[in-house]
């Protein structure tokens, strides 16, 4: 009995290196089990929005700082919009973890902002300096939609500065993605109007 066989061309993009595939997402959990399940944790490359009134929301921040030093001994960068970093808070988190806190505390580097163009200069204009400087596997922006909604700045310009500065992130999240940086985190608390988003 003759057994038939069939033959296929097979493509070189059907195929990829062995190293690629055997290496894992660098990744950066929160702390909170059900969102690290929902999510699977904060990616390279990957832009990620939490936006909530749960008091467990306002945590994240400070734990992502910790889990990203106790995973990969690495830096952080923060930009703080409406100072919510609490380097305090950072540290008890860190004592829970039994890790050291003064260490951890140096790989941590916060700049904040108290005004829509102080945010715009960190993000425009110092962002990617920092990003080569420390070379962070996590950048946390926090409450980043809070500064444009001062009601001393125009509602159009507000627009044109938040498309601005999503773009620029965007921008150097892929950029260095491939040299690790997993989160372009943004926090949003209440009193949020959604109008900003209105074209």
């Known amino acids: 009995m003759k057994t038939k066989l069939s033959t296929q061309t097979i493509e070189k993009s059907d195929f990829r290196p062995a190293k690629e595939i055997l290496k894992p997402d660098i990744v950066v959990l929160s702390g909170i089990k059900e ?15 939490i936006d909530g009134y749960s008091s467990l929301i306002q945590k994240i921040p400070n734990q ?11 830096d952080v960068v923060y930009i703080d919009g409406g100072m919510s970093a609490d380097p305090y808070k950072i540290a008890q988190y860190a004592k829970k973890m039994e890790l050291d806190q003064r260490n951890l505390l140096d790989h941590i580097h916060i700049s ?3 005004t829509v163009y102080q945010l715009t200069t960190q993000i425009q204009e110092m962002l990617e300096q920092a990003i080569k400087r420390y070379n962070p596997k996590t950048l946390i922006i926090s409450r980043f939609p809070i500064l444009y909604l001062d009601s001393d700045v125009e509602s159009k310009e507000a627009k044109t500065l938040l498309r601005s500065n999503l773009q620029k992130i965007k921008e150097l999240t892929k950029k ?4 690790g940086i997993s989160i372009g985190y943004y926090l949003k608390f209440n009193n949020f109007k959604s109008n900003v988003y209105d074209n």
């Open 35 to 49: 969102l690290d399940n929902l999510l699977g944790g904060f990616k390279s490359g990957k832009l990620t929005y």
């Open 112 to 114: 904040r902002a108290f």
């Open 64 to 74: 992502l700082c910790v889990n990203t030093y106790r995973s990969f001994q690495n």
């Open 176 to 179: 260095y993605s491939k040299k």
